[in-house]
């Protein structure tokens, strides 16, 4: 999902800025300080692809058992300080999943009074 901010980025050379956060009804210095952090959401980035590589690896060697918490804790076994919540949104993001052992719970049988 692109933001308004990319958006206003994106045009800022055919409108000016003022005009397009008005219209997208976005502060300008909200715009600004968006602007300012494009160097650290990119490293951000670089550093969830590296840590994709690693949960992959991880994710693998388990047979594609593992889910968020075990994968952190080999991580973390490995000497990677990392936490539960950002392997869970890592995975979640490049679709990396485990194996569900539970069946579902059925609690309504259809046509049974």
């Given at each position: 999902?692109?933001?308004?901010?990319?958006?206003?980025?994106?045009?800022?050379?055919?409108?000016?800025?003022?005009?397009?956060?008005?219209?997208?009804?976005?502060?300008?210095?909200?715009?600004?300080?968006?602007?300012?952090g494009t160097e650290a959401r990119a490293?951000?980035?670089?550093?969830?692809?590296?840590?994709?590589e690693e949960i992959r690896e991880v994710?693998?060697?388990?047979?594609?058992?593992?889910?968020?918490?075990?994968?952190?804790?080999?991580?973390?076994?490995?000497?990677?300080?990392?936490?539960?919540?950002?392997?869970?949104?890592?995975?979640?993001?490049?679709?990396?999943?485990?194996?569900?052992?539970?069946?579902?719970?059925?609690?309504?049988?259809?046509?049974?009074?």
């Amino acid at each position: 999902m692109r933001s308004r901010f990319q958006f206003v980025d994106d045009h800022r050379n055919t409108y000016e800025v003022k005009r397009l956060c008005q219209v997208l009804d976005v502060n300008r210095s909200s715009y600004y300080k968006w602007l300012a952090g494009t160097e650290a959401r990119a490293a951000r980035q670089r550093e969830d692809r590296i840590l994709a590589e690693e949960i992959r690896e991880v994710h693998g060697e388990s047979g594609g058992a593992y889910g968020s918490p075990r994968i952190t804790a080999e991580l973390r076994e490995k000497g990677r300080r990392v936490n539960e919540k950002r392997v869970a949104r890592i995975m979640r993001t490049f679709s990396i999943t485990g194996i569900r052992l539970r069946r579902r719970v059925r609690t309504t049988v259809p046509g049974c009074e």
